[in-house]
């Protein structure tokens, strides 16, 4: 690695993510000093928990810190720290290329925001580009590493302009330092170079560091007399002060989960979340817990008022901190709360946690799984004692990660159940909870009926609710894909059962046996016309006003998880279904006429093409031959209006 050197071409990704930072304006472009400071928290951080089992990484003993350093004659800011650092592999993979999708997300959320409200979000930190965000108030960036442990150094140096250099150099320091080469100070813009704007940004936004934000500032302080010029009756005269130059921790590092909540501000709350998950959005709510007894530890978590872009991604990580003792443990913690929750940011400080503990310890771990327990009740807790509108904005972000635990975990699956919310035939506006639904229900109905699709307006005029309409039941509407997988799991909620409107009977009595005997011939014969696509022909039990309508026996998978599959590139399983048809409507009463007639007649044939197809799209399907059905109607259009 001796004198290694060479210049390299960005990432096209990246390249476009500096063009938007450094052409964008920004109403925050104090932001970039947070995630630097962040960045080097989390160096020290990485560090801490590796010298754990290997101390001698921590080879010069000395103090963590993070020390800020401005020089305002040169227009230059330098960010120190003695974390863990970066070896010459590192910092090719960390700062020259930007890791799987968050660029395109960044990019894609940024053009969102401008056409939407004209102006640019704070998304930096949210999408894992917060180095880049230096380049804001930037002209030049350098970067000097060592990795603890390392003999040698890096030094990274880029303008921004597509390209960088990186090489090989000998520095004493463990960890980072980046200099920055400051852009002119427009007028009425913040001036970074100035001891006093740093200070104020740093108490902004990373006062709960837990490490000291360090800077040498000038003072004034008194010159001893035995030190001033006298007069000649030996008065101090000429100046009683002199600059002196000293450290000021510009953090107060408390760790705010640690603190009584008594003794806490709202904006104290918000910072720390900002600070924890770099989401500009103020939380929706938080838990601030401290339990003591057989099981100890302390809890700050936090409900986003937003979902990140990467919450249903398989690159999305839990947003839980580790703590022991105030000593990192490690993010992404995901044994301590089921994936359902995996939405919540925040920290949990356990000081009776073993400090080398590991992922597998951590799953067989008693203390964790009585942590997880009480966290999981506590986060119950929370929501189901939110106001409605405030739990109604929390369920259109989060409502579809909430579902996933009524298939996955069966301990909580009641608790879970009571959180769901959906729109019903007799509430389209505002969706309803199971309980709602429930109190609601008519004296004679005995089951909680649903029907799923991607639809909303589609389901609530579906023809398999006909009937259920015209006795006055509701039906729950579910229009997300997972409510498949919800309906599986959930059969019942407080006694009754979930039916299906579009598969099994629904014990409703709407059918008479006079009209089953007296189509009967009808039936066979459309069924033996349809056998490849229908497994049989009955009169309808759901059916009012619509001639026709596809069901499936209660054992079936419904026509939206058919659909479900086929979108996901997964083999449906072949199921034919059941054609019903209303033998109360005018038409199917005149082709039974003409059936009885002439039961050889083609136009028949016809008919019975016709009447799957518009029960097909009547569900928002595909027919298969849709010149032919669009021919056949308009033929018997123009005979209706001949007649």
Same mark, same amino acid.
């Given at each position: 690695?001796?004198?290694?050197?060479?210049?390299? !071409?960005?990432?096209?990704?990246? !390249?476009?993510?500096?063009?938007?930072?450094?052409?964008?304006?920004?109403?925050?472009?104090?932001?970039?000093?947070?995630?630097?400071?962040?960045?080097?928290?989390?160096?020290? #951080?990485?560090?801490?928990?590796?010298?754990?089992?290997?101390?001698?990484?921590?080879?010069?003993?000395?103090?963590?810190?993070?020390?800020?350093?401005?020089?305002?004659?040169?227009?230059?800011?330098?960010?120190?720290?003695?974390?863990?650092?970066?070896?010459?592999?590192?910092?090719?993979?960390?700062?020259?290329?930007?890791? /799987?999708?968050?660029?395109?997300?960044?990019?894609?959320?940024?053009?969102?925001?401008?056409?939407?409200?004209?102006?640019?979000?704070?998304?930096?930190?949210?999408?894992?580009?917060?180095?880049?965000?230096?380049?804001?108030?930037?002209?030049?960036?350098?970067?000097?590493?060592?990795?603890?442990?390392?003999?040698?150094?890096?030094? $990274?140096?880029?303008?921004?302009?597509?390209?960088?250099?990186?090489?090989?150099?000998?520095?004493?320091?463990?960890?980072?330092?980046?200099?920055?080469?400051?852009?002119?100070?427009?007028?009425?813009?913040?001036?970074?170079?100035?001891?006093?704007?740093?200070?104020?940004?740093?108490?902004?936004?990373?006062?709960?560091?837990?490490?000291?934000?360090?800077?040498?500032?000038?003072?004034?302080?008194?010159?001893?007399?035995?030190?001033? @010029? /006298?007069?000649?009756?030996?008065?101090?005269?000429?100046?009683?002060?002199?600059?002196?130059?000293?450290?000021?921790?510009?953090?107060?590092?408390?760790?705010?989960?640690?603190?009584?909540?008594?003794? *806490?501000? !709202?904006?104290?709350?918000?910072?720390?979340?900002?600070?924890?998950?770099?989401? $500009?959005?103020?939380? &929706?709510?938080?838990?601030?817990?401290?339990?003591?007894?057989?099981?100890?530890?302390?809890?700050?978590?936090?409900?986003?008022?937003?979902?990140?872009?990467?919450?249903?991604?398989?690159?999305?990580?839990?947003?839980?901190?580790?703590?022991?003792?105030?000593?990192?443990?490690?993010?992404?913690?995901?044994?301590?709360?089921?994936?359902?929750?995996?939405?919540?940011?925040?920290?949990?400080?356990?000081?009776? &946690?073993?400090?080398?503990?590991?992922?597998?310890?951590?799953?067989?771990?008693?203390?964790?799984?009585?942590?997880?327990?009480?966290?999981?009740?506590?986060?119950?807790?929370?929501?189901?004692?939110?106001?409605?509108?405030?739990?109604?904005?929390?369920?259109?972000?989060?409502?579809?990660?909430?579902?996933?635990?009524?298939?996955?975990?069966?301990?909580?699956?009641? /608790?879970?159940?009571?959180?769901?919310?959906?729109?019903?035939?007799?509430? @389209?506006?505002?969706?309803?909870?199971?309980?709602?639904?429930?109190?609601?229900?008519?004296?004679?109905?005995?089951?909680?009926?649903?029907?799923?699709? #991607?639809? &909303?307006?589609?389901?609530?005029?579906?023809?398999?609710?006909?009937?259920?309409?015209?006795?006055?039941?509701?039906?729950?509407?579910?229009?997300?894909?997972?409510?498949?997988?919800?309906?599986?799991?959930?059969?019942?909620?407080?006694?009754?059962?979930?039916?299906?409107?579009?598969?099994?009977?629904?014990?409703?009595?709407?059918?008479?046996?006079?009209?089953?005997?007296?189509?009967?011939?009808?039936?066979?014969?459309?069924?033996?016309?349809?056998?490849?696509?229908?497994?049989?022909?009955?009169?309808?039990?759901?059916?009012?006003?619509?001639?026709?309508?596809?069901?499936?026996?209660?054992?079936?998978?419904?026509?939206?998880?058919? /659909? *479900?599959?086929?979108?996901?590139?997964?083999?449906?399983?072949?199921?034919?279904?059941?054609?019903?048809?209303?033998?109360?409507?005018?038409?199917?009463?005149? *082709?039974?006429?003409?059936?009885?007639?002439?039961?050889?007649?083609?136009?028949?044939?016809?008919?019975?093409?016709?009447?799957?197809?518009?029960?097909? *799209?009547?569900?928002?399907?595909?027919?298969?031959?849709?010149?032919?059905?669009?021919?056949?109607?308009? !033929?018997?259009?123009?005979?209706?209006?001949?007649?």
């Amino acid at each position: 690695m001796q004198n290694k050197k060479e210049t390299r !071409q960005f990432q096209t990704e990246v !390249q476009q993510l500096l063009n938007l930072i450094i052409n964008s304006l920004y109403s925050h472009r104090e932001i970039f000093l947070r995630e630097l400071i962040s960045n080097a928290s989390d160096a020290i #951080d990485k560090l801490r928990f590796a010298a754990q089992t290997r101390p001698e990484l921590l080879e010069d003993g000395a103090a963590f810190s993070i020390r800020i350093e401005p020089d305002k004659e040169k227009r230059r800011l330098t960010i120190i720290d003695n974390g863990i650092g970066m070896t010459y592999e590192d910092v090719l993979e960390n700062i020259g290329t930007i890791a /799987k999708s968050g660029t395109a997300n960044f990019m894609e959320a940024l053009a969102r925001s401008k056409a939407e409200n004209g102006i640019a979000p704070e998304l930096i930190g949210q999408f894992g580009v917060g180095f880049y965000s230096a380049f804001m108030v930037a002209d030049r960036i350098v970067l000097t590493t060592r990795a603890a442990g390392a003999a040698q150094g890096v030094r $990274w140096e880029s303008t921004g302009d597509g390209t960088y250099t990186i090489e090989s150099v000998d520095t004493a320091a463990r960890g980072t330092a980046i200099m920055l080469e400051l852009k002119p100070v427009e007028e009425g813009e913040q001036d970074f170079s100035d001891a006093w704007t740093l200070r104020q940004i740093v108490k902004t936004h990373s006062d709960f560091v837990g490490y000291p934000i360090v800077m040498t500032v000038e003072s004034h302080a008194a010159i001893p007399d035995a030190e001033r @010029l /006298k007069d000649k009756d030996g008065k101090p005269i000429g100046e009683a002060t002199r600059v002196v130059q000293k450290d000021e921790t510009l953090n107060s590092m408390k760790a705010i989960w640690a603190r009584d909540k008594n003794d *806490i501000t !709202q904006e104290e709350y918000k910072e720390f979340y900002t600070h924890l998950s770099h989401d $500009w959005n103020p939380p &929706l709510t938080h838990l601030h817990v401290k339990l003591e007894g057989a099981t100890e530890y302390s809890a700050l978590l936090y409900i986003p008022a937003k979902a990140p872009f990467d919450l249903m991604t398989p690159e999305h990580k839990h947003g839980v901190h580790l703590y022991c003792k105030r000593v990192f443990i490690m993010d992404n913690c995901k044994e301590l709360l089921p994936e359902y929750f995996s939405f919540v940011r925040g920290v949990v400080d356990a000081p009776d &946690l073993n400090l080398n503990v590991s992922r597998e310890i951590l799953q067989q771990d008693r203390l964790v799984r009585n942590i997880r327990r009480n966290l999981v009740k506590k986060i119950f807790d929370l929501l189901a004692g939110m106001e409605e509108d405030t739990y109604r904005s929390f369920y259109a972000e989060f409502g579809h990660v909430l579902k996933m635990g009524i298939h996955t975990d069966a301990e909580n699956r009641d /608790k879970l159940a009571d959180l769901l919310r959906y729109h019903t035939t007799d509430s @389209l506006e505002t969706p309803v909870s199971l309980k709602t639904y429930v109190k609601n229900m008519k004296p004679e109905q005995e089951a909680i009926y649903f029907i799923t699709g #991607d639809s &909303l307006t589609a389901l609530a005029h579906s023809p398999h609710l006909e009937q259920l309409r015209e006795k006055g039941f509701a039906v729950l509407l579910m229009t997300d894909p997972v409510d498949e997988w919800v309906v599986r799991s959930l059969t019942e909620y407080e006694g009754k059962k979930l039916k299906s409107a579009e598969t099994g009977d629904l014990d409703i009595d709407a059918t008479d046996a006079d009209s089953a005997k007296t189509y009967a011939g009808l039936f066979t014969f459309i069924k033996n016309v349809l056998q490849d696509k229908v497994k049989e022909v009955k009169a309808s039990a759901r059916l009012k006003d619509s001639m026709s309508c596809l069901s499936g026996e209660a054992s079936d998978i419904s026509a939206y998880m058919e /659909k *479900i599959l086929k979108a996901s590139g997964q083999e449906a399983p072949t199921v034919k279904r059941v054609l019903e048809l209303n033998t109360h409507h005018p038409v199917i009463q005149q *082709i039974n006429h003409l059936f009885e007639q002439d039961s050889k007649n083609p136009a028949l044939a016809d008919y019975s093409r016709l009447l799957l197809d518009m029960a097909i *799209i009547a569900e928002g399907g595909k027919i298969e031959n849709p010149a032919a059905f669009s021919q056949t109607v308009g !033929q018997l259009a123009g005979k209706a209006l001949t007649e």
